[in-house]
Each structure stands twice: as C-alpha cells, then as structure tokens.
C-alpha cells in the first residue's frame, strides 16, 4: 500500500508500487490498474521485468478522435527510418522535430501549409489558425507500445480479463464505507499512512470474518433517497 501527497498523479505512484513488490519478491505477472496509473514508459518498463500491465490507456485526445469526425493520428502512415509522415490524402510532411514535452521525449511533426489549405478535406483534418496540420508523437518504440495497448484494449478478451478488477473497486468502496478513508483524520503524510495501515487491516478482518462465517459481503446498502422515502411513510 502507497500513501501520498493529494497533489501527486496516479501515474507517479506506479513504479514505487511496483518496485516495492518487486523488493518483496512478489513482482506480480499481472499488475492490474485502472486508467489513471498507465503511461506508455510504465507499460514498456513492467514488461521488461515480466509484469503485464492489464490497464486501460489513455486514448488519442487530439479534437478529431473526440468527435470521431475527421483524421486521427491513426490516420496517418508514419515512415520512422526516413523521419517522414504521409497524411490521409498523399501529402508527406515536411518538418520532424525532437522535442521535450513535460519531461518527456516527443516527436513534432508539421506539414507544409501550402498542402493543407489548398486540401479539399482541410476542415475535417484541421482548424488551427496557422492553416496546417501538425502531429505529437511518441519516439518509435513508445508509440508502438502505445499503438498496441489501445488496439488490445479493444477487444473482448481484453475487456473479460479487465472486468476481473471490479472485485478491486468492490474492496475500494467498502473501505470508503467502512473506515471513511476518504478523508483523512490527521495532519501529516506519516499519520495518514498509518491511517490507512489500519483502514487495510481492518477491511482484511471484516472480510476474514465473513469468509470463515459464510456470511456473504453486505451488499444490501440501502440509499439517502431510500431512507428518506422510508421516514416519510413511517
């Protein structure tokens, strides 16, 4: 169990998690996650190590894969060895430029503005003032990591794998039930730590006591609405 800051992303507790039960002896050979812990570094680095990240990723966010109107990045053909992209209606990029984006290595890509306002789908590739389209990619090996996680994602096997961590979410909301760990009782990183030390122990019982007795889970929470419909026939 990892406790941080509420200012630190999801993203940036993964790989302590992950070391931490690597250091243990336990590195899991499946590590499942939800949406918000992934990145494309992440996934390539647990897979180095044997552990498969069953993790939904972040889709292409760019206007068009939003709307699901227009080109994509998915669109488009990427030639890395010649450093070139070629877009939906032939037209090959004239600018590659390595960058760093947030700390990361990233890949800008333009195309001649001349090609783009003279093309006859323009508004279904771009609406940048500047007139032409431009693309951020991931280095190559990233990108392709990245490319077949989405794709993977997308299927019905990967979907049946994934609905085995409703069991996880089940868990979360019987802590936030329970123990009220959503907030935190004390001041400091180490005091809410230990507070949720005890918040775990004491699901772990609730849940050993239930076993052991064969007393199925309480899933018969009754709603505010509920309640309140109840009092007001009362």
């Not at 890949?107 to 006859?120: G, L, Y």
Request: with cysteine.
């Amino acid at each position: 169990m990892t406790t941080t800051l509420s200012t630190v992303p999801d993203v940036k507790a993964t790989a302590p998690i992950q070391q931490q039960l690597a250091d243990r002896g336990l590195p899991p050979a499946e590590h499942y996650l939800d949406s918000g812990y992934p990145s494309a570094e992440l996934i390539e680095t647990a897979r180095s190590r044997g552990t498969v990240m069953v993790t939904p990723v972040l889709l292409d966010r760019s206007a068009q894969a939003k709307s699901h109107a227009g080109y994509d990045k998915s669109a488009f053909r990427i030639d890395w060895k010649a450093r070139r992209v070629r877009c939906p209606q032939g037209n090959t990029s004239t600018g590659w430029h390595p960058v760093r984006q947030r700390e990361r290595d990233a890949i800008v890509v333009e195309f001649a503005k001349t090609d783009c306002q003279a093309c006859p789908v323009r508004a279904e590739c771009t609406s940048a003032r500047r007139g032409n389209r431009m693309l951020t990619l991931y280095p190559e090996h990233l990108h392709t990591v990245l490319a077949a996680a989405r794709a993977e994602q997308k299927t019905k096997t990967w979907k049946d794998k994934y609905a085995l961590r409703a069991g996880v979410e089940g868990t979360i909301n019987q802590a936030l039930d329970i123990t009220g760990i959503r907030r935190a009782r004390y001041r400091g990183l180490p005091k809410v730590r230990l507070q949720h030390a005890f918040s775990a122990t004491a699901i772990n019982v609730v849940r050993l006591d239930a076993h052991w007795t064969e007393h199925p889970l309480d899933r018969s929470r009754t709603s505010n609405l509920t309640r309140l419909s109840y009092r007001l026939t009362a």
